[in-house]
């Protein structure tokens, strides 16, 4: 790699840290081209020589983002074999990202898709996410012969559903109203669901 290479790399990087670091704390609203430029410490101007626009810096912060839920979900599944309990494990892991990046969560859930990108692949990375995540444990649940292909397509849906809605209600403080009940909470669902 050249020098001027290294230097578009590092640009790069400090805008994507950013963003990133302006969704964690505040969320899509706080998001604009200034925003980002001050958090960075270049020029607004500037942004626009490496990106196109402020929705492709999202689409890349999302992907960094289900990279870095990825990683520690896998660190705290890890020694646990594929099935029931690893699937469980992968569940609970992806709640407590959420709940301890709730911007995070709104940027994937809350917001409307036209805000944060222009293409429909976001809306699918972000849907399939939690699928991909499962996907070994499913398999491995079918071909223990536990569940046929139907069910367990009804209960990927079904866990998606679980994982977003028992989030939205907790990060928005409406139910429960504390952390221990929420994690009791969603623990018996998740036993429930599997």
Request: glycine share 6%.
């Amino acid at each position: 790699m050249d020098k001027k290479q290294i230097q578009e790399q590092r640009m790069r990087g400090y805008f994507i840290e950013a963003t990133k670091n302006i969704l964690r704390s505040e969320g899509v609203k706080g998001i604009s081209v200034r925003s980002i430029a001050d958090v960075a410490g270049y020029s607004f101007a500037t942004l626009y020589n490496y990106f196109r626009d402020v929705r492709q810096l999202i689409f890349i912060c999302v992907s960094d983002f289900q990279d870095e839920c990825r990683s520690g979900i896998e660190q705290q599944a890890a020694g646990i074999p594929p099935g029931k309990e690893h699937l469980k494990a992968v569940l609970k892991g992806y709640m407590e990202y959420f709940t301890e990046y709730p911007g995070i969560f709104q940027l994937f859930f809350i917001e409307k898709l036209t805000d944060i990108s222009d293409s429909r692949v976001t809306a699918d990375q972000i849907y399939g996410f939690l699928d991909s995540l499962c996907e070994a444990d499913w398999q491995h649940i079918m071909d223990q012969g536990n569940l046929t292909p139907e069910i367990v397509a009804m209960k990927k849906q079904m866990a998606n559903n679980l994982t977003a809605g028992i989030l939205l209600f907790y990060l928005n403080r409406l139910s429960p109203a504390d952390w221990q009940t929420f994690s009791h909470q969603a623990n018996l669902q998740i036993e429930t669901l599997i």
